[in-house]
Every structure is written in structure tokens, then in C-alpha cells.
């Protein structure tokens, strides 16, 4: 027998359709008040077409509910390592919402947006002060736009000087996942490089391969396994020595930001996730933003447009310009220009004083869980970590058959996103925790308890965490058969 709760929870799970009743409506149309159009051609309609049929307060509390099924950073602590997602503050928002900065057209005659292209400047400008370079193209749509133009810099540049055998780019195996794509794309042979045992990058494997095909070498700083390759000036000195160029991801920068400047370390460009240090919301898709900023041997190839400036600061104006030997345009206009004010706004708020605190308790955070978990799960480099964590789950899988994707899964009955689970690759059941600069103490230590029971969970009773989620609308699907024959329309059960 059915108890009222279980009615009631089925019932809340419902269909739009299946909430259907023949004669209910939803809403009463007004008169008609434009001129009536002709139907298009029968040969196209359809004589029937279900529609469900509910009253307003019906679809108004249907739609409520099933809002409040969806994960967001709005309602939940997400974990994501390397995604960052971590509080957008609603103020970076409202300040890309005013009317000066929403309402205006890429195509307007610059003399109309002079504050919209000032904003384009100054955010160049304190981009390439905090990552120690010296100029900055803001249009690359995201990461790995910002990458790929990255790359086809380096071509342009190797090109320009006659060096047409180099096409080799070294890639560390604890690099971001998408630079080898990036590097292929823009024409270059990947060769990935071995992490030594501490983590850091194999100088022995590093020098063998910097001969004088090296074109560029791809790292990731701090890496995808969360931590600071404390070998990184011999690795930049190495590349630098064999003409090569060093490129730097700059997806984890928000670990390092206001505490140490790649190009003080020898990079010579490196792209930004805006969307990830400086608090533009993503997930889902995006919108993102990757501006790439170069050092002096590649300014010269930036994508257009970049924003300069003439003249004095009582008589200033502002225009999108074309660097000299630019590699063209990397997308439409200028970039991703709503994620921009966002970063110009969250840069603006803290200032040269608030910046180093991203940095400071992105690291104090990730190493509270490290230091409270250790024991509790596998953890592969046991050393001071960066933003994020990498644990392993693989104690639990080989002691009670318990795997990273049933540990992701159950956090999700406590209300916590999952971590991301098997990356970086070289991680036997990885899962990256990421806690963020945003999170407070009184959250981590939730997440901390969730974990350590999660752990305990799994030696009582391995078929709970292998069956879970248990609380969510939807229980655990079979993935592999969802990839390969997915149902993607909804039919009622006849």
C-alpha cells in the first residue's frame, strides 16, 4: 500500500502530461489585436498534436518543483576540480546588466561606446599586470579558443623566423585535458611528458626531448594533480635554451593569482579562464572567456581586436586595434563582452590588495580537506596541494569494491555536487576536489563529515553506495547503454 509521503513524492515527479486533465487551461489568451495570418501549407501540419492540459496553478507549481531538481551554486557546494565553480557575486551581474554595457552593438561607431572599450582596456591592462606580461587580446570565447590561438602564435612566430621544422609540442601528463586538441589543431606533434614521482615534471624526459624540432611546450601551472611543479624554472630555461616557446595554461591560475606572475617564471603567453579566477558563471556550456596574454617575443601576434588608447587623461580616446603581425580573429567582435564586465568588475572590487586572497584561500581550503580526509582516501602525492585535492578512491574499490563514481554518486544524496572523477588520468580512480576561494569553513567541514561517512558507508554497506543516488528524481542510470542507445522523446505509456 502506497503511504501519503510516497504519494506525495510521486506525485511531485510527475509529468506536465501525465498531470493532464481534458478541459483544463492554463491561461486565457487576449483579443486578437494584429491582423490574422494564414496557417502554413496542411502538407506541413500536424492533425493532432498532444498538448497537456492543466490549470495555472498547476504548471506554475510544476515548473517550481522540477527547478528545484537541478544542482546549482546557488543551492549547492560543488566541489568541481579545475572547474572552479565557486559564488559569482550577484553585484558583477547587475554592473554587466546596466543599460551602457547591455544595450549597446559591436557594430556602433567607437566615438558612441568609448566607456565600453576604456572597460576592454584597463581590463587589459590589469590582466597583464597580474600575470607579468605585457599585452593582452580579450577575444578568445574561452579556454580553449584562448589555447589554439595561443598555438597558432607560436606557428606564426617559428614561421616568420624561417624554423619550419619545428612542429614538436611537449605536453606533461598532468596537463589540462584540453591542450593536446589544441596543439593538433593548429598543426603540431604532441608528445606527452612523464610526471616524476613527486609529481612534478621529468627533467630527464624533458631534456631529451628538447631538440631543435621543439616548437613549444604546453604546461599547466600549478598542473591538473593540483600542485606547483617546483622544478618550473629549469623546465621554462630548458624550452627557452632549445627555441622553443613556453605557453602556460592558465586555467588553475585563481592557485597563484596576486602571489606569483607566469611571466616572471619565463612564459612567454598564457591564456586566462576569466570564467573561472575572475567569477564570470559557467557551466552547461558557458558563456566562458579565454584571453590570451603574450610576452614580448609573441605581442606582436595577438588576435584582433585589442583595445589601446591615444592620447592624454584629460583627452583620451579609445579604439579596437590590429596587432602588427596578428594571427587574425579568433571568433565574432571582441570576445565574450558580458564575461568581461563580470571580470572587470570582481578585479575592480578587490583591488591590488583583495587579489592575493583569491590565491591565499583557494590553497588554505583545498589543504584543510587534504589534511582532514588523508587516511580516509588514497592520496597519490602526498605533498602540499595548490586549489584542489587529488584523492584516490582506489582503497575503498580494493578493499570493499567501492569506486570514485559510487563515492561521486552518493554525495549527491547529501546535497553535494560530485568532484570530477577519473582526471587527471594518471590517477587510478581520481577524484579532483576543489573547494574554492568562496566556500566557507562551516561548509567544508560538512563536505569533510559527508566524505569520511561516505568512507565508512562503503566497509558497512557497499551496495548503498553502489545503488545511490536514492533521494534525487532520477536514480543512477546505465551510462554506457545511455551513450549508445539514448531516448531522446518522451511518449506516454499506453
Known amino acids: 500500500m502506497t503511504s501519503l509521503l510516497e504519494k506525495f513524492e510521486l506525485n511531485r515527479r ?8 481534458p478541459g483544463r487551461i492554463g491561461t486565457t489568451l487576449l483579443p486578437l489585436d494584429v491582423p490574422e495570418s494564414e496557417l502554413p501549407d496542411s ?72 566607456g565600453a572599450i576604456k572597460l576592454l582596456w584597463e581590463l587589459q591592462d590589469r590582466l597583464a599586470e597580474i600575470t607579468g606580461l605585457v599585452g593582452v587580446s580579450l577575444a578568445p570565447m574561452a579556454g580553449a579558443d584562448g589555447e589554439l ?17 619545428r612542429k614538436k609540442v611537449l605536453i606533461p601528463d598532468s596537463a589540462h585535458g584540453t591542450n593536446p586538441a589544441s596543439a593538433a589543431m593548429a598543426g603540431f606533434d604532441v608528445v606527452s611528458l612523464p610526471s616524476d614521482a613527486d609529481g612534478n615534471t621529468d627533467l630527464n624526459a624533458m631534456r631529451a626531448a628538447a631538440d631543435d624540432e621543439l616548437a613549444a611546450l604546453m604546461i599547466t601551472l ?48 598564457i591564456h586566462s579562464n576569466l570564467h ?35 592620447g592624454s587623461d584629460n583627452n583620451e580616446y579609445f579604439s579596437l586595434g590590429t596587432p ?56 597519490p602525492y602526498d605533498r602540499t596541494c ?38 587527471p588520468l594518471i590517477v587510478e580512480e581520481a577524484l579532483m576536489i576543489e573547494p574554492t576561494e568562496t566556500e566557507s569553513k562551516e561548509t567544508l567541514d560538512y563536505f569533510i563529515e559527508v566524505m569520511k561517512t561516505i568512507a565508512q558507508e562503503a566497509a558497512d554497506d557497499p551496495d548503498l553506495l553502489h545503488n545511490a543516488p536514492h ?15 539514448p531516448n531522446l522523446r518522451w511518449r506516454r505509456e499506453s
Open 43 to 114: 502538407a506541413i501540419l500536424r492533425e493532432e498534436l498532444e498538448m497537456p492540459e492543466v490549470s495555472e496553478g498547476d504548471l506554475v507549481r510544476y515548473f517550481s518543483q522540477i527547478s528545484q531538481f537541478n544542482f546549482s551554486i546557488d543551492h549547492n557546494f560543488y566541489p568541481l576540480g579545475s572547474c572552479t565553480m565557486k559564488y559569482n557575486p550577484k553585484l558583477n551581474d547587475e554592473v554587466a546588466s546596466l543599460p551602457g554595457l547591455a544595450q549597446i552593438h559591436p557594430l556602433q561607431p567607437e566615438s558612441t561606446v568609448q
Open 386 to 423: 595548490m586549489h584542489e585535492v587529488v584523492f584516490s578512491a582506489r582503497n575503498l574499490k580494493r578493499d570493499h569494491g567501492v569506486s570514485a563514481l559510487d563515492v561521486s554518486k552518493r554525495l549527491i544524496d547529501y546535497g553535494i555536487h560530485p568532484p570530477t572523477m577519473y582526471f
Open 14 to 21: 510527475q509529468l506536465l502530461m501525465e498531470r493532464s486533465s
Open 324 to 379: 602588427p603581425k596578428t594571427i587574425g580573429r579568433m571568433g565574432a567582435f571582441h570576445g565574450n563582452f558580458g564575461a568581461l564586465v563580470r571580470a572587470y568588475a570582481y578585479i575592480s572590487t578587490l583591488g591590488k590588495e583583495g587579489i592575493p586572497k583569491i590565491s591565499e584561500d583557494s590553497v588554505i581550503n583545498a589543504n584543510y580537506i587534504l589534511s582532514q580526509l588523508k587516511g580516509y582516501y588514497d592520496l
Open 471 to 485: 533521494n534525487t528524481p532520477n536514480t543512477r542510470v546505465d551510462e554506457a547503454r545511455a551513450a549508445r542507445r
Open 276 to 310: 573561472k579566477t575572475f567569477t564570470q558563471p559557467h557551466g552547461g556550456g558557458g558563456p566562458g572567456s579565454g584571453p590570451v596574454i603574450a610576452g614580448e617575443r609573441l605581442v606582436d601576434y595577438l588576435p584582433l581586436p585589442i583595445a589601446t588608447r591615444t
Open 149 to 165: 590561438a595561443g598555438m597558432l602564435m607560436t606557428r606564426a612566430y617559428h614561421l616568420e623566423r624561417g624554423d619550419t621544422q
Open 222 to 269: 600549478p598542473s591538473t594533480l593540483g600542485l606547483f611543479d617546483t622544478n618550473i624554472l629549469e623546465v621554462t630555461q630548458i624550452v627557452r635554451d632549445a627555441g622553443g616557446i613556453v605557453y602556460g595554461d592558465g586555467a588553475n591560475l585563481n592557485a597563484i593569482v596576486g602571489r606569483v606572475r607566469l611571466g616572471d617564471l619565463g612564459f612567454d603567453v
